[in-house]
């Protein structure tokens, strides 16, 4: 069993800001799979569905990012999901603009979303992806987080949603979070 969350805020006002980078890594795993999320319990949007025998879950919560774990954690609980089983896709501010890092485990660092997972989780040993979205130039962090992209760093960032797609799509068909992260890192 693999769980995929992309982190993100709901609502029309948010769609294609820096803080759904998750949410658009989910949009575009869905298209690939060929499955449509849905509203069901636990404040999410999500779909079940085989892989080469495998259940996947594919996941965005609609808790709003600074409360995923709201959302996580019961989803886990119903589905009998264990934290090695999950990945977590979000946005980084300590990484350029579209770059993707691929964790095995780690702190929040200082990631309001990640916070809310590993309080709810009581564990930090849980898969993530990181897209790059940059420290703001002018704007405050709360600002940048919740605009979108522009011009260049858009092209960057849609390429980065790309290859946390594909780096997930390689984790779900070769079953080898290592050799994931050797090859995307």
């Known amino acids: 069993m693999k769980a995929i969350f992309?982190?993100?805020?709901?609502?029309?006002?948010?769609?294609?800001?820096?803080?759904?980078?998750?949410f658009m890594t989910i949009d575009l795993l869905a298209q690939h799979f060929g499955v449509e999320l849905?509203?069901?319990?636990?404040?999410?949007?999500?779909?079940?569905?085989?892989?080469?025998?495998?259940?996947?879950?594919?996941?965005?919560?609609?808790?709003f990012m600074n409360n995923s774990g709201n959302a996580v954690r019961p989803l886990m609980g119903f589905y009998q999901i264990y934290p090695e089983e999950i990945l977590i896709i979000q946005d980084d501010l300590d990484l350029p603009v579209g770059k993707i890092r691929l964790r095995q485990k780690g702190s929040a660092g200082g990631h309001n979303g990640l916070k809310s997972i590993i309080a709810a989780l009581g564990t930090e040993q849980f898969k993530r992806i990181k897209i790059g979205i940059a420290h703001p130039q002018k704007q405050t962090v709360v600002d940048w987080v919740l605009t979108p992209f522009a011009g260049e760093q858009a092209l960057q960032a849609q390429a980065g949603v790309k290859r946390a797609t594909a780096a997930v799509i390689d984790w779900i068909t070769h079953d080898d979070f290592m050799q994931t992260m050797n090859q995307f890192n």
């Open 38 to 63: 849905t509203k069901r319990e636990f404040s999410a949007l999500d779909v079940r569905f085989k892989y080469q025998g495998e259940t996947i879950y594919l996941v965005k919560p609609l808790t």
């Open 6 to 22: 992309g982190l993100g805020n709901p609502g029309p006002q948010y769609e294609g800001t820096k803080h759904n980078m998750g």
